[in-house]
């Protein structure tokens, strides 16, 4: 049962995962462990375990990733395309979450995130503040999985983000707030212009503002650009995106450098992205596929990309970095 002591404000959480429970347990640790828990957290997910899911002292809907009913609150809502395949599928399932939210204020998170101690009372200040806003926060990497030792740490609400500090880095190829002092300003918020930026690992905005996007597009499929998308169709509505210092720790798993592994979505949704914007996204890993004539691209390119040739088990061997914190 939640503690009678615990502030709980109107806000839905929403994530969705297949197969990554243990990272699911350790975000749902975190949420409970909060300086405020939200007032709902929506997992759109087949395979947790009710009755773990039952331990965590929040209010926990799970919905399966074809479960339609999720429109009765919103049945006009415009962000989930009925006709379409129903299989696992993130931006179809965040848009799933968010039609069964029960707030207009909406934070999601990839189900590798640890939230730190006031990631969501912070972020929900923000967004009350700029309502009509695009709300991203800042992410910190670990270095390695937690242990189970850490896991059972961090559900008690004992392990401190000292520790997960110590653990994680800063992602150098993406825009980070200097490090915090203990005198900083706990709060800091600065609008951007470059909504390239954006990524839909932990972000918050209002249901109306999502809605009015349109949710995430589901002509994109598996892996790539679906976040971009997102944000470019913020920016074409005038919606502002502002970066927040408000921290989540990625959980550690192993990557692919170029990600070899998701060459033909990759490509799928480069083209998809270019037909809508007239520009190319993924470029760092569409010039690492060229420069393996695995596809013909180049910058300027105008016509669609196509798949030369498929990468061997070699290269993909070659390309998996299991320790890397972020790719």
Known sequence: MTSIHTTIIPISVITTCYGRNGHLYNLLSSLSQGSVRPSEVIIVNDDA??????????????????????????????TINKTSDTGFDIGRNRNLGAARASHDGLIFLDVDCIVASTFIEQLHNKLRIYPNALLMGQPRYLTRPLTNDESLQLQRGQLLSTNLDKLSVYNPYRYNFAAPELDSDATAIEQTQDYGAFWSLCFAISYKQFEAIGGFDTDYLGYGAEDTDFSFSARALGVDFYLTNDLIYHQQHSVYRPPLNHLSSIVINANIFYDKWQQWPMGGWLAAFAEMDLINWHTEQQTAISVSRKPSKLEINAAHYPDAPYV
Do not use: C, K, M
Request: charged share 20%; hydrophobic share 35%; no cysteine.
């Open 49 to 78: 375990d009710p009755e773990r899911l039952a331990q965590y002292p929040l209010n926990i809907v799970q919905i399966a990733t074809t479960d339609w009913d999720a429109l009765a609150q919103n049945p006009e809502s415009s």
